[in-house]
């Protein structure tokens, strides 16, 4: 089914473009993608991620949070674990969720490691990211993800998530909470066959 199609299924979104980057406010640049990637997080495990070589050839699912939330990011996160439970195992390896806390001076890796569990996710291909706040609040601005209302704390953010293609740029933006489960799960299922086949005829002709 052509991505476009499953895209008008919802008019709080644009339609995803298979044949070009998307124009978007969140990612308009190969500037801004080159230094999104390049950001050094650190995952629930402890352990160093860079994006730009973590998620190679993937197609991924970004959004931010932070662990004593009590609204928008247990909902979202728990809408993003139905989500990945109901991917083909086929292609599960192939698309990897990010949740890159707002909070990074309390969300610890412990602590995310935590969070994470109390969702039942699988962190074989999803990674809680905390990290330098000077890098998170980087990554926060080039997403335009700073929640900008007068009485926003520090660490409230969009209520949004991002989908990027295996070069890094944003090819659908889902805004809402809770999300369209089964719209995102075609999407990712569609973005995968399309955007990866793509991927892998080009390798051919080289």
């Not at 993608?33 to 730009?52: A, F």
């Not at 959004?63 to 993003?80: D, E, G, R, W």
């Not at 660490?155 to 809770?178: A, K």
Request: charged share 20%; proline share 5%; hydrophobic share 30%.
């Amino acid at each position: 089914m052509p991505l476009e199609s499953i895209a008008n299924s919802n008019k709080d979104t644009a339609p995803i473009d298979t044949t070009s980057r998307p124009e978007n406010k969140s990612t308009q640049t190969e500037e801004t993608n080159q230094q999104l990637t390049n950001q050094q997080l650190t995952n629930q495990d402890g352990n160093s991620i860079i994006i730009e070589k973590h998620a190679q050839g993937k197609i991924s699912l970004v959004n931010f949070i932070y662990t004593h939330c009590k609204h928008v990011c247990p909902t979202q996160t728990a809408s993003l674990s139905a989500i990945q439970k109901q991917l083909p195992k086929a292609i599960k390896s192939n698309i990897i969720f990010y949740s890159i806390t707002t909070d990074p001076e309390r969300d610890t890796p412990i602590r995310l490691q935590q969070y994470a569990a109390s969702f039942n996710t699988d962190l074989d291909y999803w990674h809680f990211l905390t990290g330098q706040p000077n890098s998170v609040n980087k990554l926060v601005h080039q997403f335009n993800a700073r929640n900008t209302q007068a009485n926003a704390s520090p660490q409230d953010h969009r209520d949004t998530v991002y989908m990027l293609g295996p070069n890094f740029n944003v090819i659908q933006v889902y805004n809402g909470s809770p999300l369209n489960r089964q719209r995102l799960v075609k999407e990712l299922v569609a973005a995968e066959q399309i955007f990866l086949a793509r991927q892998d005829r080009l390798s051919v002709t080289k």
